[in-house]
């Protein structure tokens, strides 16, 4: 086993135990995953990120606790790239724009050998719904505390494409409008900003289920240009 197997697979088992006992201490408290995708893929050429799952499900009865009293270190995403995988549903918004803006070659295989997760885990609408639970705040801070480890000591991606500005605020990774800004809309509002951490690109774009306005026409095929042209080799 690789140092990165071992590492990830630790980090698999600290995750499900840590997010089991939270979410156990109250029978309303959420349930939670990490991944869309597949996470075992060393060094990946994109990391996409977002704040949190959305819905809601409380954790008591997710299929996994009903099945076997826990949610397991097996059971923290999915086996397969999700917005690959939803290429054609209708239901899914999330992932069309993005699939949109990964269209030439070398983009769209960074796109499919992507590695998706979120900041936070625990299923609700927004990540600062958390904070109506008794250990909401601890949930938080649990989450964004690993999400830090495995992406900076165990994945360490190429890239990382933040989606929705609140994504990175819960990491304490902050962008400036004047210096970070790579691409602008027509009328000079920010398409994509760019910083770079620990040698890894991050990338900010405006969360593509929502701000239709930077998701369409002009601004959708300006942002495709760029994340084209950007992973060509």
């Not at 398409?191 to 306005?213: A, D, R, T």
Request: glycine content about 4%.
């Amino acid at each position: 086993m690789s140092d990165f197997e071992t590492k990830r697979k630790k980090w698999l088992e600290e995750v499900a135990e840590g997010c089991h006992n939270l979410a156990i201490a109250d029978k309303d408290n959420p349930d939670f995953y990490v991944f869309q995708s597949k996470s075992d893929i060393e060094s990946p050429e994109l990391l996409i990120i977002g704040a949190n799952p959305g819905s809601f499900v409380k954790y008591i009865d997710s299929n996994p606790y009903k099945e076997k009293g826990y949610r397991d270190k097996n059971n923290l995403g999915y086996d397969s790239n999700q917005y690959i995988e939803n290429e054609n549903n209708p239901k899914w918004k999330i992932n069309k724009p993005i699939l949109k803006m990964f269209t030439e070659i070398d983009a769209r295989k960074a796109l499919e050998n992507s590695v998706i997760m979120n900041v936070v885990y625990f299923n609700t609408a927004k990540v600062t719904d958390l904070k109506k639970y008794r250990n909401g705040t601890e949930m938080i801070d649990f989450c964004t505390d690993k999400t830090r480890e495995f992406i900076y000591e165990i994945l360490k991606p190429k890239n990382i494409l933040f989606l929705g500005i609140d994504a990175p605020k819960w990491m304490n990774v902050k962008f400036d409008r004047q210096t970070d800004t790579v691409l602008e809309t027509d009328d000079k509002l920010f398409l994509i900003q760019s910083k770079q951490i620990e040698s890894i690109n991050h990338f900010l774009i405006y969360h593509p289920s929502m701000n239709q306005k930077f998701n369409s026409g002009r601004n959708l095929e300006l942002k495709r240009n760029y994340f084209n042209e950007y992973f060509k080799k």
